[in-house]
């Protein structure tokens, strides 16, 4: 079984900053195969992309409402991928899902982890 999990999520003050990581477990996926992101559910909202980075990591992009504040990175030695967050803002807060996509085998999804920013 696939496994992904996010880590780093909590409450902070807006303007403050979060780093989220995700791991992946290296028996089943190693990222190095796949194209890594980030998305985020607000309640009552839809799944919002975050930013995606492809396999080397030189190449990322982000959405339009966090480009300029969040920067993406993965290491793939790690099997890790990291979400750095600043300026945070009471928008940004929702659950944010680390997603790994294959060509092939197609998408993976971790659990979450709660990213609350207060006013």
């Known amino acids: 079984q696939v496994q992904l999990v996010e880590s780093g999520g909590g409450l902070v003050q807006a303007g403050g900053s979060l780093r989220l990581s995700c791991a992946a477990s290296r028996r089943t996926l190693s990222i190095s195969s796949y194209a890594m992101s980030w998305y985020r559910q607000a309640p009552g909202k839809e799944r919002e992309f975050v930013a995606t980075?492809?396999?080397?990591?030189?190449?990322?992009s982000y959405g339009g409402s966090v480009k300029g504040r969040f920067t993406m990175s993965r290491d793939n030695a790690k099997n890790t991928v990291s979400l750095s967050m600043n300026s945070l803002k009471p928008e940004d807060t929702a659950i944010y899902y680390c997603?790994?996509?294959?060509?092939?085998?197609?998408?993976?999804w971790g659990p979450g982890t709660q990213v609350t920013v207060s006013s």
């Open positions: 980075t492809d396999l080397s990591g030189r190449s990322t």
């Open positions: 997603n790994a996509r294959h060509s092939y085998y197609g998408d993976y």
